[in-house]
C-alpha cells in the first residue's frame, strides 16, 4: 500500500476493509473493555479502538440531532490517539463495529450454547 502525498487526505477504506477480512477469518482478536459498547484490538504495535460515540447532525427542519455511530480510534503505545475515523469518511464501519461486538462478547459460542439447551428441554 503507497502512502499518499501529505497534500492528499488519507483514505481510510482499504484499512477498514482488511480489518474487517482479518477479523471475519479470525486472524484478529477483539476484546471488550470496561466502557460498554467500546471494543480493542492490538496489532502492528497500535491498538484499534471502536466504539460508538455522539455524533450530531442536523434534521429536515434545521435542528440539531443526535445518535451514536461507530468510531474507529488509531493509539500508539503511549496511549496517544494519532487517528479518528468516522463513520461518514469510509464505508463498512458499522460492519466493523458490528463484527468487533460479535467476536469480542463470543456472540457465536453463546447461541451455540443456548441452542443446545433448547434442544434438551
Do not use: C, H
Not at 484499512?15 to 460498554?36: C, F, H, N, P, Y
Not at 461507530?70 to 464501519?93: C, H
Request: hydrophobic share 40%; proline share 5%; aromatic share 8%.
Amino acid at each position: 500500500m503507497s502512502v499518499p502525498s501529505i497534500n492528499q487526505e488519507l483514505d481510510p477504506t482499504p484499512m477498514v476493509d482488511a480489518l474487517l477480512e482479518k477479523s471475519q477469518i479470525g486472524k484478529m482478536t477483539w476484546e471488550a473493555t470496561a466502557r460498554e459498547g467500546t471494543f480493542v484490538s492490538t496489532i502492528g504495535g497500535l491498538t484499534l479502538k471502536i466504539a460508538l460515540e455522539p455524533q450530531e447532525s442536523f434534521n429536515v427542519y434545521g435542528n440539531p440531532d443526535q445518535s451514536d455511530a461507530p468510531v474507529l480510534f488509531l493509539v500508539d503505545g503511549d496511549g496517544k490517539i494519532i487517528w479518528q475515523i468516522y463513520s461518514g469518511q469510509t464505508r463498512g464501519l458499522w460492519r466493523l463495529y458490528r463484527l468487533a461486538q460479535r467476536v469480542a462478547n463470543r456472540v457465536d459460542d453463546r447461541i451455540a450454547g443456548l441452542m443446545e439447551s433448547l434442544q434438551k428441554l
